[in-house]
Each structure stands twice: as C-alpha cells, then as structure tokens.
C-alpha cells in the first residue's frame, strides 16, 4: 500500500514581534525571567494592522505552492483549522482560496473546501481528513492542502497575554510523501471540559491553571489509547517527541509525565531504581490521595536524573526552538514543535529517515490525540528549504514598543473601532484590504 503523510510544509508568521522580557515583562511590572524560565518564552509573533488569519494562511500556502512548482488543478481538497475565525457560515478556506486564485490563472472550483474547530487539536484532525481522504482512494492522484492559522491573542491584563502569537502552517498531504508518512494508529484521550472557550467573543475565557491540569490529563489518556493500539511505548522509539506548546514550560510538565509512563516494568525504571526507587503502584495505597502524593515525589526525583535530562535534551528541547521564539500559534503549535524538531535534525547531520516522531496534539475543551510517524527520505532537502526562509522571516519582523503593542492589540480588537498605521511595508504577500457590500472581509494581493 502506498504510504500517506506530509510532503511538504511552510510556515509564515506575522510580521510583528513583542519581545517578552524586555518590552513586555517591564511594562507589566514582572520579572523578565517569569517569561525565558517559568513560561520558556522570549517573544511572541503578531500581526501587523493589514495581517489576520486569512493573510498568513493565503501567504504560507502561496509560499508552498511556488516552491513545489503547484497549481489549483493540482489541489483537491484545502481545509482551514482555526480557532480565531471571524465568519460563523462562510469557511476561511474560500478566503484562502479567493486570495490564492488572484495569484493563479486556475481555480480550485472542484477542490473541496472546509473549516475544523477543535481549540488547538484542529490542525491535527485537518491531516487525518485528508489522510483519510486519500486512503479511500477519492483524491484522484490530488494533493490536500492542510492550512492552520490563528491569531492567539488574550484580553489585555489577562495571565494568558504572557502566551501569545500569530502566524500559519500550510501543509501539503500526498502519496509517497517526501517528510513524514502517516500511519491508522492513534490514541484520543477527550472530555467535556470548560477550560478555555469562546463562548460568543473573540477573546478566550480560560482557567490558566485548570487548563493545564486538563492538557496533562487528556495527553495522559491519549497515549493509553495509543498503546492499546500500538503497543507499549519505550522513550528510546521516538527521535523526538513533538507536542502542542502554548508555552516550552506546558512541555516540560508533560514530558516528565509522559516518559514516566512508559519507562514503568522496563529496564530504565530498574536501572534507575538505585538512585530514586521503583515507580510507586497504586496497589500499594490505601487511597489515591497518598498515591499522587508519592507519584508527586517520584515524578520530582525523576526530573533530576541525569537519564531523563539527557533524554528530555535530546528528544524534547530541540522541539521547543521556534515556540519560544513566536509564542503560541494555537493550531499551527504542534506542527512548529515538528518543524523545530527536524530543523535541529538537520543542523546536526542527524540521519533521521526512517526514524519515528511520536506527536501529542491538544486542543482545550478538551481533547488529546498521540500518534507516530515515520520521516522519510526526502525530508533533508524539505526541512532546508523551510528553515531558510524561516530565519529571514523570524529576523525581519518588526520589534514593538510597549505601546505601540497596545495599538497594535486594540486594532485587532473587534470590539473596538480604531485604525492604527501600518508598522511594517508589505511586500510580495496577500493583506487585508477592507471590507466589501455585504461585511465580508476582502484581500489583495500586494507585489
Ligand atoms: N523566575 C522563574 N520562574 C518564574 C518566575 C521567575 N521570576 N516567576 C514565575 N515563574 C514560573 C512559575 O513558577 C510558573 O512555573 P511552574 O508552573 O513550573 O511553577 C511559570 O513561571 C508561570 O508563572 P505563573 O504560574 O505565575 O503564571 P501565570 O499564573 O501568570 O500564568 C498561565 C500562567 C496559567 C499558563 C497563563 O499564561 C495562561 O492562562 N495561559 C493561557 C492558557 C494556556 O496556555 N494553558 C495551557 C494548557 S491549555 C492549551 O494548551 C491550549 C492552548 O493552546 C491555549
């Protein structure tokens, strides 16, 4: 059977950037470190006045058609994840795709288009609809195009504000693909939960910590669900985990929990056994309460062997690179955590096809979702050609002053009808181009 996955991918971000310990943290009154040690965050990505969801997904997937030599005939299918959207029937799909046929001489009249929501999960599900799209064999040798786009702002004051971030993946899904094939096992762990929605408002409404707690438990039930379909795990099968990171810190608290997991009965829970004991078992408390307690004790024993820092450096941190720089793309973040995995891959001639990535996806609301997959040979040549372009992205954007970030987060605050200059000088991308007769929001397409 032909193998099914991601043949290419490119990342656009917005071309704005609030630095977090030196404009922000000073501004808030708070000490910088909160942001590089606590949360793991230098910088947060924004959009400038003339970018918004529609823009960085257009720019990302236009940015990835031309670099793979693509036309609208070629693309069968194009769904948007989101969770920023700002129209409720019309999907951001047929935006992107309006803005996309203004480049093109062909349209994408036959591809099928639609939008997912699902918090940060989204982006996630997108690739199985289309990896399940081709599977049944209804793509007609058509590639899928997967964009994830969001602008993660929090009200004003909000602890979320510290987290942050625009910016949009396009991904490419195709037979035989050049990065990384996809397999049918995955693992769900999802729950009726309220910690972080949108009920009828543009910014969240999220119970920080609680939302945490959430994250933790939902990946936790996700990878049991992985297991019971493809066996137990072993930290030593993944060359790197990529998870969903609203901030490096969040990682950090469910890689511990996770390499727990699955180092219990095997040789490294025995080998580490001298230094730290056996994992406690729930069959030895008499209530659960004094079992998390020693879980607690163990998991903090744990973090500081010399074993799992090892492994969490070489398998979890070079994930990380690109969040701490950009904050939280919502849906794109888990693809960003891939993305840094394989740049780090690549900078160190590491040879990785045929290796495993083991990926935790999260969407708040709640649902976690753990699959594998097998990077494949062409994913030198793809990985190089993304990361070039990302270091010039990532070094253009413009460095906000604190209160230039105040205009800029007021302007793309639906509730308030303000107009703030541009910051930046638009080129060779899609923007925002005002609004049409009937409220519809309307692009052009700048040289
Ligand atoms: N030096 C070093 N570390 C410091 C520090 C300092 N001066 N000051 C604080 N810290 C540490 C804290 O100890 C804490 O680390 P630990 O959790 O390991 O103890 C960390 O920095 C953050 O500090 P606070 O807990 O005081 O931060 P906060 O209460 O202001 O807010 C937050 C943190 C709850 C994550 C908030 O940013 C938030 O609400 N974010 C949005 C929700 C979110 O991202 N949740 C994550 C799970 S949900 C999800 O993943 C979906 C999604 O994308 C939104």
Redesign the pocket.
Known sequence: MTSVGIDAFEIWTGNLVLDLPNTFAPAQGE?P??YT???GLNASSFPDSYEDIVTMGANAAHRLMERKGLTPEDIGRIDVATESSFDKSKPISTYVAGCLEQVYEGDFHHANKGERKF??IAGTQCLDDAYNWIRAGRSRGRAALVIATDT?L?ERD???E??QGAGAVAMLIDEDPNLVELSAEQGYGSADET??LKPQQQF?S?D??R??Q??LARMREALEDYESVAGASHPDDFAYVPF?T??P??V??AAVLAYRHTIRDTPIEADLAEEIGRQPRREDFDDKAGYDEAIRGYVDDLKATERYQTWYETTIEPTLTISREVG?W?TG?VHLARASALIHAAETDRDLAGSALGVGS???GAQAEVHAELVADGWHEEIEAVSDHLDDQLAERYDLTFTEYEAVHDAHNHDKDVETAELTTPSREFVFDGWGRMGERKYRYVE
Do not use: I
Request: glycine residues 14%; positive net charge.
């Open positions: 000490d470190e909160k040690k606590g949360l918090a940060c993660a929090y909000d602890p979320g510290a987290t910690d972080f969240p999220v920080g910590k939302s945490m959430v994250y969903h609203p901030f810190g969040m950090r608290k939280n919502y973040s999260y969407g708040s």
